[in-house]
């Protein structure tokens, strides 16, 4: 997770406000929009079982 932090502090900040402007354009999961965090917890759960 500091790699991550470090990563992105150290990259340029108009390739910072491009990945921003990127995550707002991405359609939202309508499942989560919709149910709330139900799917979100019932994936999740899913997940560690395997």
């Known amino acids: ?3 991550q ?3 992105y502090i150290d ?3 108009e390739e910072r ?3 921003r402007a ?3 354009n991405d359609p939202p999961i309508y499942s989560n929009r919709w149910l709330g965090v139900l799917p ?3 994936r999740t ?3 560690k079982s395997k």
């Open 1 to 3: 997770m500091t790699e």
């Open 5 to 7: 932090v470090v990563t």
């Open 11 to 13: 990259s340029p900040s």
């Open 17 to 19: 406000k491009n990945r």
């Open 22 to 24: 990127a995550q707002k």
């Open 40 to 42: 979100f917890a019932l």
């Open 45 to 47: 759960i899913r997940k």
